[in-house]
């Protein structure tokens, strides 16, 4: 949004009605013509969810055990993949071809649900996403710190003093964040995102590809079929430990909340959640896979030992230039999830200030910069608004992750917080009352228990999660934290 012409071309697109005529340029809504793909969705997707959540799986795997841990694994991949094709079919109000589009999945709410709905979604929805800045910039100055602490200790030897200020690295990557903030909307990050996706393949690979190596190396599957033994930790942490990696598992599969803009970058024909579909499939399937294979050989490599970050565990022993890149991979992969969560968040804000200040020349105004050639043939648009409140917003973030440096338990509470009332009852409300399914039908009962299943895992993760977050402030000094 931010330039006068994207503003009016928005505002265009608003008041036309649903059928309008397509043309070789613009869609039926009166926006230009949408160019997504199959392929272009499932790596907008795989770069939101293959985020740094795979990394604290073989954690979350530890506490659970080899029977549970897998299991749960696939119930939520199962569970995601079937409310996301709910959501799909939301896309569109009334008619899922031709039906009035919906450009968020705060306007999907209020086409069908309406009222206070859309008001709590939209908090959920935003705090969750702000959540997710949070705890991206916590995780990508984990993984420069233990770039630093490699190359120290490779230096000085494995007793060498090596603790390295988080500090620093956090500013440095809220300071990246600054300069990709400015890129306005989520078309033109397609770019970010594939390069994301690119790199949370690598350091996957490497994190289990160092986790089968040293299941070689120990000659043994380590762990057991219950999770982490009492004595390495008391009966009230494995409780609180299990349930906080549920919370875990759950933010490893939060998407949901950006879904409906992926999609409306998707072309048409074919019908937008058709397309959808495949691409959450693809997603989903894809993300299982790499999810089982880390969580699993990270916990037959570590056991009961299984570090919170699984690329932290792998010390920093030789082949360290190998750990150096996965850890420099969720780096830059960090850098573009972080846009891709926080767009529909800077799409919000920037909406609600044009339609408040229709015509203030500082909101709604553009500057148009020369680009040099090799970059782009049109001037970039330099929005005022846009600049301060996006700059504003990383910093805030920044100063929080420096604040409550814990990556583990606020991945934990996160993923608690966001999944059940963003990934399961919203979408299946929406699809009640898209589909007019009446109460007390077999589907509507069953919908419901998949509901109150999912809410009842939500509260015991949470718990799990603050039970963390309490044990973690009791030795905890603001702005100190090393690694």
Not at 12 to 20: E, K, T
Request: aromatic share 12%.
């Amino acid at each position: 949004m931010g330039s006068k012409q994207q503003t009016s071309g928005n505002n265009q697109s608003f008041n036309l009605a649903h059928d309008v005529a397509p043309s070789k340029l613009y869609d039926d809504d009166g926006r230009l013509k949408r160019t997504g793909s199959v392929w272009t969705a499932s790596s907008h997707i795989i770069t939101a969810v293959i985020g740094s959540g795979v990394l604290s799986l073989a954690w979350a795997t530890a506490q659970l055990g080899w029977i549970a841990g897998p299991v749960v694994m696939l119930l939520f991949s199962v569970v995601t993949y079937y409310t996301s094709v709910l959501l799909a079919d939301c896309y569109r109000s009334g008619d899922s071809v031709s039906g009035k589009r919906n450009y968020t999945y705060m306007d999907a709410v209020q086409a069908n649900l309406g009222g206070l709905q859309v008001k709590i979604c939209g908090l959920i929805q935003y705090l969750n996403l702000f959540g997710v800045a949070i705890g991206y910039t916590i995780a990508a100055s984990i993984s420069m710190t233990a770039i630093k602490r490699s190359n120290c200790f490779h230096e000085k030897g494995e007793k060498g003093k090596c603790d390295i200020s988080a500090n620093p690295y956090m500013i440095l990557f809220g300071i990246a964040e600054i300069f990709f903030s400015q890129i306005k909307d989520f078309d033109q990050i397609w770019w970010l995102s594939i390069v994301a996706a690119v790199m949370s393949f690598t350091y996957s690979t490497i994190g289990l590809g160092l986790g089968i190596a040293k299941v070689a190396v120990n000659g043994k599957v380590m762990g057991s079929m219950t999770g982490i033994s009492i004595g390495v930790v008391t009966e009230t942490d494995k409780v609180w430990r299990s349930f906080q990696a549920l919370g875990d598992i759950a933010f490893a599969y939060s998407y949901s909340m950006i879904l409906i803009e992926i999609q409306d970058t998707v072309r048409s024909p074919p019908a937008e959640s058709k397309t959808m579909r495949k691409a959450t499939l693809i997603s989903v399937v894809v993300t299982t896979a790499f999810y089982l294979l880390c969580g699993c050989f990270g916990y037959a490599a570590f056991g009961d030992l299984s570090p919170g970050n699984l690329l932290t565990g792998f010390g920093f022993y030789n082949p360290y230039w190998l750990v150096d890149i996965a850890n420099a991979a969720i780096v830059i992969h960090l850098v573009g999830a972080y846009q891709v969560y926080c767009q529909p968040l800077y799409a919000f804000i920037e909406k609600i200030a044009i339609q408040t200040y229709p015509h203030s020349d500082f909101i709604n105004k553009d500057i148009k910069i020369p680009l040099p050639m090799c970059l782009s043939k049109k001037p970039y648009n330099l929005n005022l608004f846009r600049l301060i409140w996006r700059t504003v917003f990383v910093i805030i973030t920044t100063v929080i992750s420096m604040l409550l440096p814990f990556f583990n338990d606020v991945v934990g509470l996160l993923g608690a917080l966001g999944f059940w009332p963003l990934t399961v009852y919203f979408p299946v409300e929406m699809y009640i009352s898209q589909k007019k399914i009446p109460k007390w039908t077999t589907k509507w009962v069953s919908l419901q228990i998949l509901s109150a299943a999912c809410l009842i895992i939500t509260i015991a993760a949470a718990a799990g999660s603050i039970a963390g977050v309490a044990i973690d402030l009791k030795s905890y000094k603001p702005f100190k934290t090393t690694y």
